[in-house]
């Protein structure tokens, strides 16, 4: 099983995991990221057209394009549940408990969630008690930054 912490609406970072990982729980701190994606699961209208993205990883697994529809379907079908996560508790997925994972992957979650080091530290530490002992972690982020723009300048 893979689990994802702080996934907000995105999916980029599970596409070439659903082909390993046949179970995929994913989590976010703000409701508003839980929903989108639930939407995205979904196939609501509306939601974000992740397929150029699709398309690419496509591409870069030696997939055809074309495939881009199988590979959201397959994401899709293995991500079996969307949680509230707070990385800043000692179970992070407080109330929900789950079986120790396999593999856990966090992309910039930890540094938007911590004020500082210590707190990073810490929360690094909660969110690596959900994984098995001898289980993979995954942790995408940046050193040395104070901040991070998204969107327009």
Known sequence: MLLDIGTGPSIYHLLSACESFPHIITTDFTDSNRQELERWLRREPGTFDWSEIVKTVCGLE????????????????????????????????DPTVIPPVDC???????????????????????????????GHLVLIGVLGDSFYKVGNP
């Not at 529809?69 to 508790?89: A, F, G, W, Y």
């Open 62 to 93: 030696g997939h055809s394009r074309d495939n881009w529809m199988e590979k959201e379907n397959k994401l899709r079908s293995r991500i079996q549940k969307v949680l509230k996560c707070d990385v800043t508790k000692s179970n992070p997925l």
């Open 104 to 134: 856990l992957i966090t992309a910039l979650c930890l540094e938007t969630a911590c004020r500082d080091i210590d707190m990073y530290n810490r929360s690094l530490k909660n969110i690596t008690t959900l994984l098995k002992p001898g």
